[in-house]
């Protein structure tokens, strides 16, 4: 019972991380292509915006959550800030090898399996 729960609970934050990352994706390729803002500082500004979607989108839908915003949301702001700063680092590393989008894709690889456990374990964990 336990394994199904925790498998339901990956697809449905692979489901959100992927409906943020479209957010994040739209938004980088907006700052890049259209305003011409820096990749490296255009990257780091659409995470910080699709993080919220993200908070919303795993409280309601992928845990169903009833903890508090007032405990969960400085736990998950947290979280966010570490994958920010995974992302911008793997991301302006990435960025010397392969083209922006790509070096994208790969970043937001890295930090999926960070983020779900923090998720998983500490930000929407309900007290026994």
Known sequence: MIEWLLRQRLVRFTA???TA???QFLLLALLVERLSVNPVLASAASFAIS???NYWLNYRFTFASRASHWRT?????LVALIGLG???ASFALLLLTFHYLIAQCLATLIT???NFTLHQYWIYREKS
């Not at 949301?73 to 702001?77: D, E, S, V």
């Open 16 to 18: 959100v991380g992927g």
């Open 21 to 23: 990352t479209l957010v």
């Open 51 to 53: 993080a919220g979607c």
């Open 73 to 77: 949301l400085p736990k998950f702001m």
């Open 86 to 88: 995974i992302n911008t």
């Open 112 to 114: 999926l399996i960070s």
